[in-house]
Structure formats: structure tokens, C-alpha cells
């Protein structure tokens, strides 16, 4: 039953979390707000998960309490941002933090996300029109070229065999790719596969800078929100190894916990990783740590790292679309040089 919870988009947490906290505000009995969010709500499955909700407030349970019967919608950030303002009496401050955090992070993912779909969209349509071409035009031009019994260079005959295996072995073919597929979508959800595919993604070039800057900013905001609502250190940094996905960022902060517990500082923690963590993110931790001023220190670094993600995600699209005009000019120029130039030898003998 809760994993069909786990579909409720996160566009529609967020304003589940940023609605409630203003109805609450505007003095609206909790209750009461929850029946309003209900009714506005089109999702079916949040319907429910509203109704569970109220019946749980009525029977005398605390909202967070709530909250956890859905582990699939709720992160343990929402949960416990709003046990924290539920235990300091300022809940709808609480909740509007956890929007702003889950927004922020959402768009964070948007961003790299959206600088991905491009270079993928044009593979993907020179992929077909290139399969296309391979079994319409170059079968009737290999037959052409049989025919005048012409002498086919190196090139042509690449692509005339590459056109032969496509046509004769299509299903094969799909079969194979559809296996690959699948193979890398099981490898993707064990362990060892998983850490191999975290450990390649924050070395490749440029993309990889990316991602460690957007954990960064992940980390600094996640620890900011939990530690600015009263959370404790360790706690705060428990939820946070929860929210990153990366396997070495949360190995990272298993071992800060465990250092922060033997009584190291935060920053003499994280600091030993500056592959993962950039020398600014401790710098500005060890400046909160000594100043009392963590949180807003840590939202600091968020936001400079959020614009440079930003940035980057930017340049990246900038550097991306001529590189891949290249490409594809490339390509077909191969393939126009590689079928033309038979043409050429016939003609010539004419």
C-alpha cells in the first residue's frame, strides 16, 4: 500500500508543506487546514494520505507521528523539521522551511537533469534515423553498386555491413539492447553496481564537478534547515546522509558522525574529503562553528553553490549544442563521403 505512496510527486509536497504552514498562520485550526488541503488536492493517493493524517490528529497523535506511517512520501527531513516544530511551538515556520528546502532541492535536480535530456534527445534521434537509413537507403544503393560491380572503399563497405547485420538481425539486434538495458538497470540497484556508477559520475569531466558541487549544496542546505529548527548536530547530519543518494557522500558522513561523537568539530570531519567536499564548504563550517552561527553559514554555502550550479548547468547546455552540431555534421558527412564516392569511381568509368 505505501509504495504507491511513494508516486506523490515532490512538486506536490512542497505545497502540501508551504500550504499548510500559511493556513496555520493565517489561524486556521489544523485540522481545519487539512480538510481545505484535501479538497483542493486532484491526487487521489494524497486524498488518502490527508484522511489518514486527520483521523491520526483527531485520535490525539502528534502530526509527526502522523507523518511517519508514510516513509515513501515523507522524508525524514519533513518529519522530523516538523517534530522540531511541533516541540518548539512554531510549526508553520517549521513547515515553511521544509518547503523551501525540498523546493530548492528539487530544482537543484531539475537543473542537472535538464542539462542531461538534451545530448540525450539528439543520441537518441540519430540512433533512429541512422537505423532508418540502414535498412531504406543503403540496401537499394549496395544493390546499385552490385550491379555496376564497383569497387567500394573501406568506409562504404563498413556501412553496407553495418546495414547487412541491422537488417538480416534486427531482433537480435533489440534483444541485445534490451538486455543491455536491463543488465545496467539490475546493475544500478546492487551494491557493488551502485558504487561503481556513484564513483564514475563525480569523476567524468565536467559533469562531474557538477555533481559534487550539487551534494555540496544538498549537504550545506539539508544541515541548515535541521540545525537552524533545533535539530542536534548528530541527528541533523543522520537525516542528512539519509537524503544524499551518492554512496560515498553518505560513507563521508557516517564517518563524520562517528568523529563527531569521539568530539571532533564538524569541519576537522568533513575536511579529510576534499575530493567530495570542496576546501570552502569546511572553511565556512569551522567560521559557524566558532561564531555560533552554523546555520546560516551553512545556508551561505548553499546558495553559492546552488549559483554555481546553476552556472554550470548554463554553460554546459552553452558548450554542449555546438559540440554536438560537430557530431552529427560529422556523421553525416561520413556517411554522405562513404555512399557519394562510389558514385564518383562510376562516372568515372562511363
Same mark, same amino acid.
Given at each position: 500500500?505505501?509504495?504507491?505512496?511513494?508516486?506523490?510527486?515532490?512538486?506536490?509536497?512542497?505545497?502540501?508543506?508551504?500550504?499548510?504552514?500559511?493556513?496555520?498562520?493565517?489561524?486556521? $485550526?489544523?485540522?481545519?487546514?487539512?480538510?481545505?488541503?484535501?479538497?483542493?488536492?486532484?491526487?487521489?493517493?494524497?486524498?488518502?494520505?490527508?484522511?489518514?493524517?486527520?483521523?491520526?490528529?483527531?485520535?490525539?497523535?502528534?502530526?509527526?507521528?502522523?507523518?511517519?506511517?508514510?516513509?515513501?512520501?515523507?522524508?525524514?527531513?519533513?518529519?522530523?523539521?516538523?517534530?522540531?516544530?511541533?516541540?518548539?511551538?512554531?510549526?508553520?515556520?517549521?513547515?515553511?522551511?521544509?518547503?523551501?528546502?525540498?523546493?530548492?532541492?528539487?530544482?537543484?535536480?531539475?537543473?542537472?537533469?535538464?542539462?542531461?535530456?538534451?545530448?540525450?534527445?539528439?543520441?537518441?534521434?540519430?540512433?533512429?534515423?541512422?537505423?532508418?537509413?540502414?535498412?531504406?537507403?543503403?540496401?537499394?544503393?549496395?544493390?546499385?553498386?552490385?550491379?555496376?560491380?564497383?569497387?567500394?572503399?573501406?568506409?562504404?563497405?563498413?556501412?553496407?555491413?553495418?546495414?547487412?547485420?541491422?537488417?538480416?538481425?534486427?531482433?537480435?539486434?533489440?534483444?541485445?539492447?534490451?538486455?543491455?538495458?536491463?543488465?545496467?538497470?539490475?546493475?544500478?540497484?546492487?551494491?557493488?553496481?551502485?558504487?561503481?556508477?556513484?564513483?564514475?559520475?563525480?569523476?567524468?569531466?565536467?559533469?562531474?564537478?557538477?555533481?559534487?558541487?550539487?551534494?555540496?549544496?544538498?549537504?550545506?542546505?539539508?544541515? $541548515?534547515?535541521?540545525?537552524?529548527?533545533?535539530?542536534?548536530?548528530?541527528?541533523?547530519?543522520?537525516?542528512?546522509?539519509?537524503?544524499?543518494?551518492?554512496?560515498?557522500?553518505?560513507?563521508?558522513?557516517?564517518?563524520?558522525?562517528?568523529?563527531?561523537?569521539?568530539?571532533?568539530?564538524?569541519?576537522?570531519?568533513?575536511?579529510?574529503?576534499?575530493?567530495?567536499?570542496?576546501?570552502?564548504?569546511?572553511?565556512?563550517?569551522?567560521?559557524?562553528?566558532?561564531?555560533?552561527?552554523? $546555520?546560516?553559514?551553512?545556508?551561505?554555502?548553499?546558495?553559492?553553490?546552488?549559483?554555481?550550479?546553476?552556472?554550470?548547468?548554463?554553460?554546459?547546455?552553452?558548450?554542449?549544442?555546438?559540440?554536438?552540431?560537430?557530431?552529427?555534421?560529422?556523421?553525416?558527412?561520413?556517411?554522405?563521403?562513404?555512399?557519394?564516392?562510389?558514385?564518383? $569511381?562510376?562516372?568515372?568509368?562511363?
Amino acid at each position: 500500500f505505501s509504495i504507491f505512496f511513494g508516486r506523490i510527486k515532490m512538486i506536490d509536497k512542497i505545497t502540501f508543506a508551504r500550504n499548510l504552514g500559511n493556513m496555520l498562520d493565517a489561524g486556521l $485550526s489544523f485540522t481545519r487546514a487539512i480538510a481545505v488541503l484535501e479538497k483542493q488536492t486532484k491526487n487521489k493517493k494524497f486524498k488518502e494520505v490527508y484522511e489518514s493524517i486527520s483521523n491520526d490528529i483527531s485520535a490525539g497523535k502528534a502530526f509527526h507521528e502522523a507523518l511517519q506511517k508514510f516513509p515513501k512520501v515523507f522524508p525524514p527531513i519533513f518529519v522530523f523539521m516538523v517534530k522540531a516544530g511541533e516541540e518548539s511551538g512554531n510549526l508553520s515556520e517549521s513547515l515553511k522551511v521544509v518547503a523551501n528546502q525540498l523546493e530548492k532541492t528539487y530544482v537543484l535536480q531539475k537543473k542537472i537533469r535538464g542539462a542531461m535530456i538534451y545530448p540525450g534527445v539528439i543520441i537518441s534521434v540519430m540512433i533512429i534515423i541512422g537505423i532508418i537509413m540502414m535498412m531504406t537507403v543503403v540496401p537499394k544503393l549496395t544493390q546499385t553498386f552490385a550491379e555496376l560491380k564497383v569497387n567500394l572503399p573501406n568506409s562504404t563497405q563498413f556501412i553496407i555491413w553495418v546495414s547487412n547485420t541491422i537488417n538480416h538481425q534486427f531482433f537480435i539486434l533489440l534483444g541485445a539492447v534490451i538486455a543491455a538495458m536491463a543488465a545496467f538497470y539490475w546493475g544500478l540497484h546492487t551494491v557493488k553496481g551502485k558504487k561503481a556508477f556513484d564513483w564514475l559520475t563525480v569523476r567524468l569531466p565536467v559533469i562531474g564537478r557538477i555533481i559534487v558541487e550539487a551534494n555540496a549544496a544538498k549537504t550545506s542546505r539539508t544541515l $541548515s534547515s535541521l540545525i537552524g529548527s533545533g535539530v542536534n548536530l548528530i541527528q541533523s547530519v543522520e537525516i542528512t546522509r539519509d537524503v544524499l543518494q551518492n554512496v560515498y557522500y553518505k560513507n563521508i558522513l557516517t564517518e563524520t558522525i562517528a568523529a563527531v561523537e569521539k568530539g571532533k568539530s564538524l569541519a576537522t570531519a568533513i575536511e579529510q574529503n576534499e575530493r567530495l567536499y570542496p576546501v570552502f564548504v569546511p572553511e565556512m563550517i569551522a567560521v559557524g562553528e566558532e561564531t555560533g552561527k552554523l $546555520s546560516s553559514m551553512l545556508q551561505g554555502v548553499a546558495v553559492f553553490y546552488e549559483n554555481e550550479v546553476e552556472q554550470k548547468t548554463k554553460d554546459l547546455s552553452t558548450i554542449i549544442e555546438p559540440l554536438w552540431m560537430v557530431i552529427v555534421g560529422a556523421a553525416v558527412g561520413f556517411f554522405a563521403v562513404s555512399m557519394i564516392t562510389p558514385m564518383y $569511381s562510376v562516372m568515372n568509368n562511363l
